[in-house]
C-alpha cells in the first residue's frame, strides 16, 4: 500500500521487511471514545484476528480517544497501527490517510460506533475474496438512522447514480471492503477534497454488494451533522462530474426561453392596441433571473475555488505521529 502521508513521511525499512496480513481495517475515529475499545476488543477475538491488522486514524479528535486507541495498542497482539491526525480534516481524508498505510490484500473500512456488527466482518471479507469484487460494499437489512438522515441517504444515493455513473440500485455505505489495486488507486489522488466512492467508480464497476446487520448507535450522537452532510454532499456533487455545469446551462436555456417567449407575447399585446402593465410582474421577473444567475455564478466560483485550494496544494491529511504494536510504524514526520 501507501509509502507515505501528504506530508512526505516515509515508511522505514523495517516495515518492508514485515509480512503482508491478509486483511487491514481501517477505522477512522471521532468522539470515539466510548466505543472504539469495545470495537477493537471484539475485532480481535475474531477467528480472522492473526490474518489481519487494525489501522486507527484519529481524526483530530477533541476527547480522549487517541489515549484510548495508544492502550488498545499496548493491550493487544494483534498488529494495531495509530494514525493521529494534526488536526480534524474530516472522515473521508481520514480513510484515505488508513488506505496509504494499510498494507494488506484486502482493506475494510468501517466507523467507530458499534452500527455495523464486528461478526460482519470475516463474512464482508469472505464475499469480496470470493467472488473475486475489486470492492464489496453492505447494505443494510434494518437502518437503525435517524430518519432524516435515512432521507438524506436515499437522495445522495438516487443523485449518485446520476452523477457518478454507479451500478443502479447500489446502495454507497461506509461499511465496505475493497482490494488493494483499488485502494492504490485511490490513494493516488491528491485533492483536499476526496469523496472515496467516486474515486472508487473511476477505478472499478466490477463491485458487489452483501446485505447485513446494522445496530442501534449504543452510545453518544452520530457526528454526522446536517452541515458536514452538506460538504460531504457537495463533495460528491462538484469534485467528480460536470454535470452541475451543465444543468446550469440548461436551466440558463430554459429561462431564456421562457423570456423570450414573454417578449413576444408582450410585443404582441402592444401590436393589437393593449400596452400591459405590471410593474409588479417586471420585478418577480428580474428578481427570478437576478437569483438564477447568481446561483450560476456561484456555482462556477465553487468549482474555481476548489481548483484553486487544489494548485495551491491544500493538505489531503497531515499526520502528527504514528504509534504502532508490531514495529511497522515510520519515524515521526519532520
Same mark, same amino acid.
Given at each position: 500500500?501507501? !509509502?507515505?502521508?501528504?506530508?512526505?513521511?516515509?515508511?522505514?525499512?523495517?516495515?518492508?521487511?514485515?509480512?503482508?496480513?491478509?486483511?487491514?481495517?481501517?477505522? #477512522?475515529?471521532?468522539?470515539?471514545?466510548?466505543? *472504539?475499545?469495545?470495537?477493537?476488543?471484539?475485532?480481535? =477475538?475474531?477467528?480472522?484476528?492473526?490474518?489481519?491488522?487494525?489501522?486507527?486514524?484519529?481524526?483530530?479528535?477533541?476527547?480522549?480517544?487517541?489515549?484510548?486507541?495508544?492502550?488498545?495498542?499496548?493491550?493487544?497482539?494483534?498488529?494495531?497501527?495509530?494514525?493521529?491526525?494534526?488536526?480534524? %480534516?474530516?472522515?473521508?481524508?481520514?480513510?484515505?490517510?488508513?488506505?496509504?498505510? +494499510?498494507?494488506?490484500?484486502?482493506?475494510?473500512?468501517?466507523?467507530?460506533?458499534?452500527?455495523? $456488527? #464486528? =461478526?460482519?466482518?470475516?463474512?464482508?471479507?469472505?464475499?469480496?475474496?470470493?467472488?473475486?469484487?475489486?470492492?464489496?460494499?453492505?447494505? @443494510?437489512?434494518?437502518?437503525?438512522?435517524?430518519?432524516?438522515?435515512?432521507?438524506?441517504?436515499?437522495?445522495?444515493?438516487?443523485?449518485?447514480?446520476?452523477?457518478?455513473?454507479?451500478?443502479?440500485?447500489?446502495?454507497?455505505?461506509?461499511?465496505?471492503?475493497?482490494?488493494? %489495486?483499488?485502494?492504490?488507486?485511490?490513494?493516488?489522488?491528491?485533492?483536499?477534497?476526496? @469523496?472515496?466512492?467516486?474515486?472508487?467508480?473511476?477505478?472499478?464497476?466490477?463491485?458487489?454488494?452483501?446485505?447485513?446487520?446494522?445496530?442501534?448507535?449504543?452510545?453518544?450522537?452520530?457526528?454526522?451533522? /446536517? #452541515?458536514? /452532510?452538506?460538504?460531504?454532499?457537495?463533495?460528491?456533487?462538484? &469534485? %467528480?462530474? *460536470?454535470?452541475?455545469?451543465? +444543468? +446550469?446551462?440548461?436551466?440558463?436555456?430554459?429561462?431564456?426561453?421562457?423570456?423570450?417567449?414573454?417578449?413576444?407575447?408582450?410585443?404582441?399585446?402592444?401590436?393589437?392596441?393593449?400596452?400591459?402593465?405590471?410593474?409588479?410582474?417586471?420585478?418577480?421577473?428580474?428578481?427570478?433571473?437576478?437569483? !438564477?444567475?447568481?446561483?450560476?455564478?456561484?456555482?462556477?466560483?465553487?468549482?474555481?475555488?476548489?481548483?484553486?485550494?487544489?494548485? &495551491?496544494?491544500? $493538505?489531503? @491529511?497531515?499526520?502528527?505521529?504514528?504509534?504502532?504494536?508490531?514495529?511497522?510504524? #515510520?519515524?515521526?514526520?519532520?
Amino acid at each position: 500500500m501507501g !509509502t507515505g502521508d501528504k506530508t512526505g513521511t516515509s515508511v522505514d525499512n523495517n516495515t518492508a521487511a514485515l509480512p503482508n496480513p491478509a486483511l487491514s481495517i481501517v477505522i #477512522p475515529v471521532y468522539n470515539g471514545a466510548d466505543t *472504539v475499545g469495545t470495537l477493537v476488543d471484539k475485532l480481535c =477475538e475474531l477467528d480472522i484476528a492473526r490474518e489481519m491488522e487494525i489501522i486507527l486514524v484519529v481524526d483530530g479528535s477533541p476527547d480522549h480517544s487517541l489515549q484510548i486507541c495508544q492502550a488498545l495498542c499496548n493491550k493487544h497482539s494483534t498488529p494495531i497501527k495509530i494514525i493521529n491526525l494534526s488536526r480534524n %480534516f474530516g472522515e473521508h481524508n481520514a480513510v484515505i490517510a488508513g488506505f496509504s498505510y +494499510a498494507r494488506g490484500e484486502y482493506i475494510i473500512n468501517m466507523d467507530d460506533d458499534l452500527q455495523n $456488527p #464486528p =461478526e460482519e466482518v470475516e463474512n464482508l471479507w469472505h464475499y469480496c475474496r470470493d467472488n473475486n469484487f475489486d470492492v464489496a460494499y453492505t447494505r @443494510y437489512k434494518h437502518k437503525q438512522h435517524a430518519s432524516w438522515r435515512n432521507l438524506g441517504s436515499r437522495l445522495t444515493n438516487k443523485l449518485a447514480d446520476w452523477l457518478l455513473d454507479k451500478p443502479r440500485g447500489l446502495y454507497l455505505s461506509s461499511f465496505r471492503c475493497i482490494n488493494a %489495486f483499488t485502494a492504490n488507486k485511490v490513494v493516488e489522488h491528491t485533492g483536499p477534497f476526496p @469523496y472515496i466512492d467516486g474515486l472508487i467508480m473511476q477505478v472499478t464497476q466490477n463491485i458487489g454488494s452483501l446485505a447485513v446487520e446494522h445496530l442501534p448507535r449504543g452510545n453518544g450522537k452520530s457526528n454526522y451533522t /446536517l #452541515p458536514r /452532510l452538506l460538504r460531504l454532499f457537495t463533495s460528491m456533487f462538484l &469534485n %467528480f462530474s *460536470v454535470v452541475p455545469l451543465r +444543468a +446550469a446551462t440548461v436551466s440558463g436555456l430554459v429561462i431564456g426561453a421562457f423570456g423570450l417567449i414573454g417578449i413576444l407575447t408582450i410585443f404582441i399585446e402592444t401590436l393589437l392596441g393593449s400596452t400591459p402593465k405590471g410593474w409588479a410582474s417586471l420585478m418577480a421577473g428580474i428578481l427570478l433571473l437576478t437569483g !438564477t444567475q447568481l446561483i450560476m455564478l456561484g456555482l462556477i466560483g465553487e468549482y474555481l475555488g476548489r481548483m484553486f485550494l487544489t494548485i &495551491n496544494r491544500k $493538505p489531503q @491529511y497531515i499526520v502528527r505521529d504514528i504509534t504502532s504494536n508490531d514495529g511497522s510504524a #515510520p519515524p515521526p514526520p519532520t
